[in-house]
């Protein structure tokens, strides 16, 4: 599987983006999907992942504000950023792997990250 992650970019807090994450290969459907994150000077963290059956995890920094959703018609993952602070600012990565996992080590597919920078 090979991912494809877009649509980062430069926002102000309190405004939106909508990432994409575009799978090809094997059937995107089977995997778990997540995106992380990774601040600059910190490590990677897991933001939300969606399963095979369409169950969801978001960390607590998250939660209410960014919705993952997949289109598994079109491989496609999206990480959709609301109300975006300050603290979001991050390269964010997709991931897919078979576990329902928030370890990052057990994701066996990764996109190449999207960058997305929230001014204050």
């Known amino acids: 599987v090979q991912l494809q992650a877009s649509g980062g970019g430069l926002v102000q807090a309190g405004g939106s983006l909508r990432l994409s994450c575009v799978a090809s290969?094997?059937?995107?459907?089977?995997?778990?999907t997540a995106w992380f994150r990774q601040a600059p000077g910190k490590g990677r963290e897991i933001v939300t992942r969606?399963?095979?059956?369409?169950?969801?995890y978001y960390a607590d920094s998250v939660k209410g504000r960014f919705t993952i959703s997949r289109d598994n018609a079109k491989n496609t993952v999206y990480l959709q950023m609301n109300s975006l602070k300050p603290e979001d600012t991050a390269v964010y990565y997709c991931?897919?792997?078979?576990?329902?996992?928030?370890?990052?080590?057990?994701?066996?597919?990764w996109g190449q990250g999207t960058e997305v920078t929230v001014s204050s």
């Open positions: 991931a897919a792997g078979k576990g329902i996992t928030n370890d990052d080590r057990l994701y066996y597919y």
């Open positions: 290969g094997r059937t995107f459907s089977i995997y778990a």
């Open positions: 969606i399963n095979w059956t369409g169950s969801t």
